[in-house]
């Protein structure tokens, strides 16, 4: 089967720097996506890595390590608008042009 | 149009009756997908289409779940007698059938 495991949940402190692990168990995948969703709010698109490495996008970066079947979201410079849920999702080749998704991890950000 | 359209956007029901649910994807998105979430869980997969067809109907929690897309375009979820269960917001999401998903801002679902 194909599946993914994030952290429930994860606190931070304004200001600082935070990950959020994904690992996952899948027979071959296209590549390794991030959403955001703010309480009472709608999934929104982050990030999408399709090679290993660093992907960059402001404060914003996601890895991926294919061999480590292993990747994260790291946020830098944590705002209070940063706390959300943040879920991990890949495209399997076996998996008809559906996403599958983690549970999703809370960050929870305090001053 | 600009984005995914869903509606209502909330919508009380009492046990029993049914209710539709539309969603309108970004046109041109060939990729259509129903999800349901209830309140602080993950995304709960029910349907997918690619044009009108749909490929997987897996997620469909029982037969009192329905969904059609007509001209590649709009779908309707229909549950039939409803049950406080079903209770959940319903998202539905289009894609170009990559990897990028665009949902809408749900169908908050409440049976009473």
């Known amino acids: 089967g194909q599946s993914l495991e994030q952290p429930s949940e994860v606190t931070a402190v304004e200001g600082a720097i935070v990950q959020i692990n994904c690992t996952y168990q899948?027979?071959?995948?296209?590549?390794l996506s991030w959403y955001q969703q703010h309480d009472g709010g709608a999934p929104t698109f982050l990030s999408y890595?399709?090679l290993d490495g660093l992907e960059e996008t402001g404060r914003f970066s996601s890895f991926l390590s294919r061999s480590d079947s292993y990747g994260y979201l790291l946020l830098q410079e944590l705002q209070m608008k940063d706390s959300a849920s943040y879920f991990c999702?890949?495209?399997?080749?076996?998996?008809?042009?559906?996403?599958?998704w983690g549970a999703g991890t809370k960050l929870i950000i305090k001053p | 149009g600009a984005g995914v359209s869903q509606s209502p956007s909330n919508k009380v029901t009492e046990k029993g009756k049914d209710v539709e649910l539309r969603c309108d994807p970004i046109?041109?998105?060939?990729?259509l997908y129903w999800y349901r979430q209830s309140l602080g869980q993950g995304l709960e997969f029910l349907i997918y289409?690619?044009?009108?067809?749909?490929?997987?109907k897996s997620g469909l929690p029982s037969d009192r779940f329905s969904a059609e897309r007509t001209g590649g375009s709009v779908s309707t979820l229909t549950i039939q007698r409803t049950q406080q269960e079903d209770s959940a917001v319903y998202l539905c999401?289009?894609?170009?059938?990559?990897?990028?998903?665009?949902f809408g801002s749900g169908t908050r679902l409440t049976v009473v």
């Open positions: 999401a289009s894609s170009l059938g990559g990897e990028g998903y665009t």
């Open positions: 046109s041109g998105h060939t990729a």
């Open positions: 289409f690619q044009g009108n067809s749909a490929p997987d």
């Open positions: 899948t027979s071959g995948f296209y590549g």
């Open positions: 890595n399709a």
């Open positions: 999702a890949v495209m399997g080749v076996d998996s008809n042009y559906q996403l599958i």
